[in-house]
């Protein structure tokens, strides 16, 4: 047994699963993006400082190179510029207090020790967050921040020697783990733990120095964890708005649908006037209700067309059977000569013949349709078959008194069904004869389009208004002055005319004037 779920609740379901799985993918892409660029950035920043110490200790050895001093210019015992006096100064700070600066040379250079000063104080003395030491190319410590107990930074960067393997550094008690790095390679990034803290951190050779520099990793954690929270916590507010607003959207754009049902169920075969509810909104529902709307209109068509034919039949059938029962009767109850035996007995031969032309007709039309019927299509002379059509023409025409007139194209090549062409041109031309009064004119032409074979039929008969011209291939329709006079015919030679061209995948064209004439033309493609 099928589960009977509403489509609404499953598009709210489908919805929802949507907005799940798109929170989902978001959220994991901005935890990633926020996460590596945080790092990123980190990485950036130790990079910076790194760089800016290295440029503190060249321009320091810089200066220690000039004859005149400042209060850093120092040379060492050896008479050696001492490239790391700025941080020996330093050390000497934190165990004797402030020192008494040296007399300045001039004020320029007073002016350039403050800077260095400045630039100094802000990196060196107060690191926050970062943990900073500074060893020289032997790997022999000089420097390291306040932050930094004697043995917190156990990482030094050595020259290339093959494998990794551990080292004794003389300058502290502490043994000190060395990262042996590829030849070229001048730095690295790694993670150690600090004060149970753990610490980024960045080991860079310079030609001058080994940096090391580190950073706390848990102001990015506490970063992160502030934006997995707000994830988290924002995640089921928008699933709850979004599953809300996908129940309300639904159940608002399903209203309509609810109305179209409610419509279709009055719809049945005695109220096919009636219509689907529309929209003046060109979206999904609204083409679907005019789509409906316009099936429903030719259902109603096809309807009123069932009755008319059927209420047509009747007409056709009746009659004839009434004449031949009519003198079937007269022949049974009285006495009549020979002769006129005949009479009745050729009387209802007639009748009979024409309603087995009415049985036949039907019957082939209902194969047609059926696909039953087979076209021949052989390519053939169809201007021959045109100039055999006009002399029938002119042998029907001839005890009416009407002109035949042609004009030909010749040699005509194409594909198409000899008998059925003829079948269809001769019972347009037979209703030109019909229609057309004594002393009017018939004309029969065959020319060439860019894509089509023109037949054109065109007599001064009496002609059709508009509302019959939509209704001359129903079946035994006639128009009502064929009606009221003695013109002999069913109401199915258009029909068929219909089918025939259809089944060649061409087209009638009919253009009539009320009491002025008729033009009928029909397209057969050259491409068929």
């Not at 798109?22 to 950036?44: P, Q, R």
Request: hydrophobic share 40%; proline share 2%.
């Amino acid at each position: 047994m099928a589960i009977k779920v509403s489509l609404r609740l499953r598009l709210t379901f489908w919805y929802s699963t949507i907005v799940v799985l798109s929170l989902t993918a978001f959220g994991v892409y901005t935890y990633i993006s926020v996460s590596n660029k945080l790092h990123s950035n980190l990485d950036a920043s130790l990079v910076n400082v790194a760089l800016t110490l290295d440029y503190i200790i060249k321009q320091n050895t810089i200066e220690s190179l000039k004859p005149s001093k400042s209060l850093w210019r120092t040379k060492r015992i050896d008479g050696e510029p001492d490239k790391f006096a700025l941080f020996r100064e330093d050390e000497r700070r934190r165990f004797v207090g402030p020192l008494r600066p040296v007399k300045k040379a001039n004020v320029k250079e007073a002016e350039k020790d403050i800077v260095w000063s400045a630039i100094f104080e802000h990196i060196l003395l107060d690191p926050k967050n970062y943990y900073i030491q500074i060893a020289d190319t032997n790997n022999q410590i000089v420097w390291r921040s306040r932050n930094l107990k004697s043995d917190s930074l156990p990482v030094l960067m050595v020259e290339s020697q093959g494998t990794d393997s551990t080292t004794s550094n003389k300058n502290d008690t502490a043994k000190k783990l060395a990262y042996y790095l590829p030849s070229g390679v001048d730095s690295v990034f790694t993670s150690i733990n600090v004060d149970k803290q753990e610490v980024r951190l960045l080991i860079k050779k310079t030609e001058n120095a080994v940096v090391s520099i580190g950073y706390t990793a848990e102001v990015i954690e506490n970063q992160l964890k502030d934006t997995f929270l707000s994830l988290i916590l924002a995640f089921p507010l928008i699933l709850i708005a979004s599953i809300s607003g996908g129940m309300f959207l639904s159940k608002f754009s399903l209203r309509l649908v609810d109305e179209i049902t409610q419509s279709a169920h009055e719809i049945t075969a005695k109220h096919l006037s009636k219509r689907l509810p529309e929209t003046h909104i060109d979206d999904e529902i609204g083409r679907l209700t005019r789509t409906l709307n316009e099936m429903i209109e030719r259902l109603e068509n096809s309807f009123a067309q069932i009755k008319r034919f059927t209420s047509d039949a009747s007409h056709e059938l009746r009659t004839p059977l009434t004449i031949l029962r009519g003198e079937l009767e007269v022949a049974l109850h009285s006495t009549k000569t020979e002769e006129q035996y005949e009479e009745i007995i050729i009387s209802a031969l007639e009748e009979v013949e024409r309603l087995s032309n009415v049985v036949e007709t039907l019957l082939e039309l209902s194969r047609a349709e059926t696909g039953q019927v087979k076209m021949n299509f052989e390519l053939q002379d169809l201007a021959k078959l045109i100039n055999d059509i006009s002399e029938d023409a002119e042998t029907l025409s001839e005890n009416r008194n009407i002109n035949v007139f042609k004009n030909i194209e010749q040699n005509v090549l194409c594909k198409f069904d000899s008998a059925r062409i003829h079948q269809a041109v001769l019972n347009i031309v037979d209703n030109a004869v019909k229609y057309t009064p004594s002393g009017g004119s018939i004309t029969i032409e065959l020319k060439q389009s860019k894509d089509y074979y023109e037949i054109i039929v065109s007599d001064t008969g009496m002609g059709m208004d508009e509302e019959d011209l939509n209704h001359i291939f129903d079946r035994f329709y006639r128009v009502d002055k064929a009606r009221s006079s003695d013109i002999q015919g069913i109401g199915l030679g258009l029909s068929i005319v219909n089918w025939i061209i259809e089944a060649h995948r061409g087209k009638i064209l009919v253009n009539s004037k009320l009491n002025e004439g008729t033009a009928f033309t029909l397209l057969i493609p050259k491409n068929l």
